[in-house]
């Protein structure tokens, strides 16, 4: 286990409704509070708690993590019923409590950018602010971006197996799981969340995360949570933009940072997100797909300091 200096690091599993939940915690208690919401639904933190939180919590955030109901290193839960916003929001709120967090601005980062925005929906009093990483605002937007980036690529190859292929899967119901199930598997075959090149710094920090005893997390999805969301909340389909207005009528401040190549996204869905939360509040990072935090580490660190100082993080030192 590494340690840096200044930086406290914690972990713990506790249990919500009885369902075991793992959590970390980086830095000091007394500093503002970060809490990260990880992709899915199904995968899990790791990626992000060995890619920028000890750097977030260097630079003086209190920042939380914790694998979701059924995710990752949290216990499994094969209850299909169990996988709803209502839930999850209850999960949160058992987060908050362990730390001793009253409030704190969540870090949402795809699939988690919709369980933030949700559980500020119920609990604003409880949210400083929202930024969302490569979170989609509507999912059907970004099924159709998977598509059309693939058949970019497939032609330029001039690969007709590959094209016939992805034609199949657009005449499908793209209301179900298999459509959007397809169109995963393809974004993730067809390099949709690698920048076209790479950066050094990226490359060191992947090279590092392979000797870490956590690597084993960072390929693991688990399927009780995809299927649960999806029969209980219809996740494939939903369209955030009216959450987000309620969001953003109780005054919380909505921030969004992606990657300018994010294999997941049109320019039509990056049009969307920024006329959501406003010009000054979205930035597009060069040479970053969909886990920007770790393709351009230092450039997110730096925006995420950015959104959030001042006057958010001096109004919580007061």
Request: include cysteine.
């Amino acid at each position: 286990m590494r340690f840096f200096i200044g930086t406290l690091f914690l972990l713990g599993s506790f249990f919500a409704k009885s369902q075991a939940i793992y959590s970390n915690s980086f830095g000091d208690p007394k500093n503002p509070a970060i809490v990260f919401m990880h992709g899915g639904p199904g995968y899990n933190p790791v990626s992000f708690e060995l890619g920028a939180a000890r750097n977030l919590a260097d630079l003086g955030y209190y920042v939380i993590t914790f694998d979701q109901r059924g995710c990752g290193r949290s216990k499994k839960d094969s209850i299909t019923d169990h996988y709803k916003f209502n839930k999850a929001n209850e999960d949160i709120n058992t987060v908050l409590k362990k730390y001793n967090v009253t409030q704190a601005t969540f870090i949402g980062h795809s699939w988690g950018g919709t369980g933030a925005i949700k559980f500020a929906e119920n609990y604003p009093e409880k949210v400083k602010a929202i930024i969302l990483v490569g979170s989609p605002l509507n999912y059907e937007l970004t099924f159709k971006a998977i598509i059309q980036h693939c058949e970019e690529k497939f032609k330029q190859k001039k690969d007709s197996v590959a094209l016939k292929q992805i034609a199949f899967v657009k005449k499908m119901d793209t209301t179900k799981l298999e459509y959007s199930g397809s169109c995963f598997m393809y974004a993730m075959n067809s390099g949709l969340y690698t920048p076209t090149n790479p950066s050094h710094e990226r490359t060191q920090i992947y090279e590092e995360m392979k000797k870490s005893k956590k690597a084993e997390y960072l390929s693991n999805m688990t399927s009780d949570p995809v299927y649960g969301f999806y029969m209980n909340e219809q996740y494939t389909t939903l369209d955030m933009r009216y959450d987000l207005k309620k969001v953003q009528e109780k005054n919380i401040p909505v921030y969004a940072i992606y990657g300018k190549e994010d294999g997941l996204f049109n320019q039509a869905h990056f049009d969307m997100i920024k006329k959501a939360v406003g010009d000054a509040n979205f930035v597009l990072i060069e040479n970053a797909s969909h886990n920007v935090f770790i393709d351009q580490r230092e450039v997110f660190i730096q925006q995420v300091k950015k959104f959030l100082t001042p006057p958010l993080v001096e109004k919580t030192k007061k």
